[in-house]
């Protein structure tokens, strides 16, 4: 359902609602609700992914108020939540209202599910109050949520002249250019809001997670910082503090945010467990990192579940942490786990391939190696094979892998220079000099002797002093066989 930016006057009504809602249930009275009251607090639990409990607010709402479109409409939402498209769509289908544009939003919403993006279209087009606050906003939120955050530009372009000082138009203006990569332009309209309302916690989170995507991390602290004093409860912005002091390296600080942010139920433990073993893994402290991966393991599989998407990433840390404390056997085993969650992917193939390489078992690395390429022969495969080949020295088959990459790839970021380096280490001048004017920072020697030369003598200015005489040697070399071709 289309989630908007919270605002702070109806976040207040909506909290007096809820404790009033709750207080009720404590107490086991039947108290009576208006029947849109009770679909905004299902809304609301929804929101926060509190799925069971939007049910049962939904269920006490519509014994009170049977049929009632909001609730029904809310029903309809939550099960799109929960991934129930053809209950939605059966529900959807049974409301009287066909032509109210909420039915219509809610329609839109499950044919952009279902990928029907052109029939999505033609049916939002034939809203009659396209012109009105709350449809432009419910629309731009529905293609936002959705994935096509450039079809709510034009709508929002089309209010910008009428509602350019609405505080809930300049939140979906926010959001929206976030969520096309408009990082400047984002940071502008959240700052918009921030002068509206200074103390609104979740507009300096929006801010936050802006300079985040720019990863302009002291800014991102910054505007976290006011976020929490706006609200120090706010489980995002402790978790949104988390990510930005795992990327300054600051271990310690970094556990104690997620586990803020796991307190305030902003993730689930599975995943704060895991982004705290990544955090310990990042640090080298393989034990912490271990405990942390499985506690996430447990609490994912304690059900009996297998098929959730981070298992795999889950097993292959483990793997890679065991591998470091020499646990091998073990390490294979998580691998094997792995596999067996999603066994089309290619990263247990190659983990499993680089803890061999730990081993000294090169022939069984290349053959899990050969394996993840079946799976996956794009460039991004033959690049980490080679970082990996790299990583253990073994310089011709990492030039190899990432010269496979680059007939793929002819545009890969960085590759050139790799290359250039590895034909250094390698003393193949002819392929150095290839790569290294292909790259789009060439290695400067000129400059680079001077710095070392600066800094006195050494054995490094040395070598790289006879590698530019072996390279000139080169180039006379060829010169001379040109000038006698012409002769």
């Given at each position: 359902m289309a989630r908007k930016n919270s605002l702070p006057g109806k976040d207040a009504e909506l909290s007096k609602l809820i404790a009033q809602y709750e207080a009720m249930k404590a107490e086991e009275k039947s108290t009576y609700m208006d029947g849109d009251q009770l679909a905004d607090i299902a809304d609301r639990y929804a929101i926060e992914q509190r799925f069971q409990e939007a049910q049962e607010v939904i269920n006490y709402g519509l014994s009170l108020h049977p049929n009632n479109t909001d609730l029904l409409i809310e029903q309809a939402y939550l099960y799109l939540d929960t991934q129930k498209i053809?209950?939605?769509?059966?529900?959807?289908?049974?409301?009287?209202?066909?032509?109210?544009?909420?039915?219509?939003?809610?329609?839109?919403?499950?044919?952009?599910?279902?990928g029907k993006l052109d029939a999505a279209e033609l049916l939002l087009a034939t809203l009659e109050d396209q012109d009105d606050l709350d449809t432009i906003i419910e629309v731009s939120y529905l293609y936002i949520d959705m994935?096509?955050?450039?079809?709510?530009?034009?709508?929002?372009?089309?209010?910008?002249?009428?509602?350019?000082?609405?505080?809930?138009?300049?939140?979906?203006?926010?959001?929206?250019?976030?969520?096309?990569?408009?990082f400047e332009r984002a940071e502008f309209f959240y700052n918009k809001l921030i002068d509206l309302c200074p103390f609104h916690a979740p507009y300096w989170l929006g801010l936050a997670k802006s300079y985040f995507a720019e990863q302009n991390f002291a800014k991102t602290l910054e505007a976290v910082d006011f976020a929490?004093?706006?609200?120090?409860?706010?489980?995002?912005?402790?978790?949104?503090?988390?990510?930005?002091?795992?990327?300054?390296?600051?271990?310690?600080?970094?556990?104690?945010?997620?586990?803020?942010?796991?307190?305030?139920?902003?993730?689930?433990?599975?995943?704060?467990?895991?982004?705290?073993?990544?955090?310990?893994?990042?640090?080298?402290?393989?034990?912490?990192?271990?405990?942390?991966?499985?506690?996430?393991?447990?609490?994912?599989?304690?059900?009996?579940?297998?098929?959730?998407?981070?298992?795999?990433?889950?097993?292959?840390?483990?793997?890679?942490?065991?591998?470091?404390?020499g646990k091998y056997e073990e390490a294979h085993k998580f691998c094997e786990e792995a596999k067996a969650c999603f066994p089309d992917d290619c990263e247990p193939y190659l983990i499993n391939g680089r803890i061999y390489m730990a081993e000294g078992k090169d022939i069984k690395a290349k053959e899990q190696w050969e394996l993840a390429l079946t799976y996956m022969p794009d460039p991004e495969t033959w690049h980490q094979i080679g970082t990996y080949y790299l990583e253990y020295n073994?310089?011709?088959?990492?030039?190899?892998?990432?010269?496979?990459?680059?007939?793929?790839?002819?545009?890969?970021?960085?590759?050139?220079?790799?290359?250039?380096?590895?034909?250094?280490?390698?003393?193949?001048?002819?392929?150095?000099?290839?790569?290294?004017?292909?790259?789009?920072?060439p290695?400067?020697?000129?400059?680079?002797?001077?710095?070392?030369?600066?800094?006195?003598?050494?054995?490094?200015?040395?070598e790289l002093q006879n590698f530019l005489k072996e390279i000139k040697e080169d180039d006379s070399a060829k010169t001379g066989t040109n000038d006698q071709k012409e002769s």
């Open positions: 053809q209950e939605a769509s059966e529900l959807t289908d049974s409301i009287a209202e066909t032509y109210a544009s909420e039915v219509k939003i809610l329609k839109a919403e499950i044919l952009l599910n279902q994935g096509y955050s450039e079809k709510a530009l034009p709508w929002l372009t089309k209010g910008l002249p009428k509602y350019s000082e609405e505080e809930d138009f300049l939140a979906a203006c926010a959001d929206c250019y976030f969520a096309e990569n408009q929490l004093a706006a609200d120090e409860h706010f489980g995002e912005a402790h978790l949104m503090r988390a990510h930005c002091l795992f990327h300054l390296d600051n271990e310690a600080e970094a556990v104690a945010a997620y586990e803020k942010a796991l307190e305030y139920k902003s993730l689930s433990p599975a995943f704060a467990y895991m982004f705290i073993g990544l955090v310990y893994s990042d640090g080298n402290n393989d034990e912490k990192a271990i405990e942390y991966f499985s506690r996430s393991i447990s609490e994912l599989t304690k059900d009996g579940e297998t098929d959730s998407p981070i298992l795999p990433d889950l097993y292959c840390n483990q793997a890679l942490c065991l591998s470091k404390q073994m310089l011709e088959n990492a030039r190899f892998c990432l010269e496979e990459a680059l007939k793929i790839n002819p545009e890969m970021e960085g590759i050139n220079e790799e290359l250039a380096s590895i034909c250094i280490m390698l003393k193949d001048h002819k392929a150095f000099y290839k790569y290294n004017q292909l790259s789009k920072h290695i400067n020697f000129d400059t680079l002797c001077e710095s070392l030369a600066d800094k006195g003598p050494s054995q490094l200015l040395d």
